[in-house]
């Protein structure tokens, strides 16, 4: 069977219409680092935690949040100590192993507050991904195993017809071709060591895949077979948004050398110069 990895990088697909979010406090899971392969690890569109916070977990994280930082900056904790928060987490919410836990999530359901809501998708990647009842329907039809829902609300009892989705599976590692696998001995996050500029291939596992419509799979993200790819089209032209598939087959990444001194100079000077113009079309002129 064929798999699709699912490509969110259509931000000029972004629905504005459409915002939910957690009601009162913000709560969520700090982000972590890694001073080892020097990586920030913040959330993941599959695996979000919209379950009601048990209180413990809440009060918990509100006293980590108390912890100096920059403000309006996440609060960021060392792979060793976010193993012993997943942990905590993992027991409140008596989650099963596959659940996956990650760094930099939002907790709590979803609320979308507004009087109307009439949705001209079925399926939307925005900062998770939402199904409209229909779309849910339809998945549902193949058997998935591994996925749950949670409806986004509108008031404390009544919820829209728009869920989200959560999918229940550790990740896994593809095949690859053209370099191999590295795991960090510091946060157990995974990285393809390869030569630079030489194209790197990914193949869905096959063991034990015979089922499977949903993977998440290291490097790639969220996977779908070919069978789900189907049943979203039949949904009609413009019915998912936000998001494309894309055979794995076809899917090629390139390891690019870290950019020189003199790239970074140029790229910084860019920056500053679209700050700059931007600032200009913010602030008014001086009065004169
Ligand atoms: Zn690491």
Redesign the pocket.
């Known amino acids: 069977m064929e798999y699709y990895i699912v490509d969110t990088s259509l931000t000029d697909e972004y629905d504005w219409d459409f915002e939910p979010t957690q009601r009162g406090v913000r709560l969520y899971l700090p982000q972590v680092y ?1 001073p ?2 020097r ?1 920030t690890y913040t959330g993941d569109f599959t695996a979000p935690l919209p379950e009601p916070i048990p209180p413990a977990i809440r009060r918990f994280i509100r006293a980590l949040e108390q912890r100096p930082r920059e403000p309006l900056s996440f609060v960021t904790v060392s ?1 060793q100590e976010f193993r012993a928060i997943e942990q905590r987490v993992r027991v409140a919410y008596g989650f099963p192993p596959e659940r996956r836990i990650v760094p930099g999530t939002d907790l709590g359901p979803l609320y979308l507050l507004r009087q109307r809501f009439e949705p001209h998708w079925q399926v939307y990647k925005g900062y998770n991904l939402f199904f409209t009842g229909k779309a849910r329907q339809a998945v549902e039809q193949l058997n998935p195993s591994n996925l749950l829902w949670f409806p986004v609300w509108r008031t404390r009892t009544r919820h829209w017809d728009i869920w989200q989705l959560v999918v229940v599976e550790q990740k896994r590692l593809p095949a690859i071709e053209g370099g191999q696998w590295v795991q ?1 001995p ?2 157990g ?1 995974w990285s393809i060591d390869a030569p630079y500029d030489v194209p790197i291939r990914f193949a869905v596992p096959e063991v034990g895949m015979e089922f499977s419509d949903f993977l998440c799979l290291e490097g790639l993200g969220l996977v779908v077979s070919e069978r789900v790819v189907e049943v979203l089209a039949g949904l009609g032209h413009g019915s998912v948004r936000g998001l494309r598939f894309v055979p794995v087959s076809e899917v090629e990444r390139r390891k690019v050398p870290p950019p020189s001194e003199e790239e970074l100079r140029r790229i910084e000077q860019a920056f500053e110069k679209e700050m700059e113009e931007a600032r200009r079309l913010i602030m008014p002129p001086p009065f004169e």
């Open positions: 890694c080892h392969c990586k792979p960090c510091e946060c996050g």
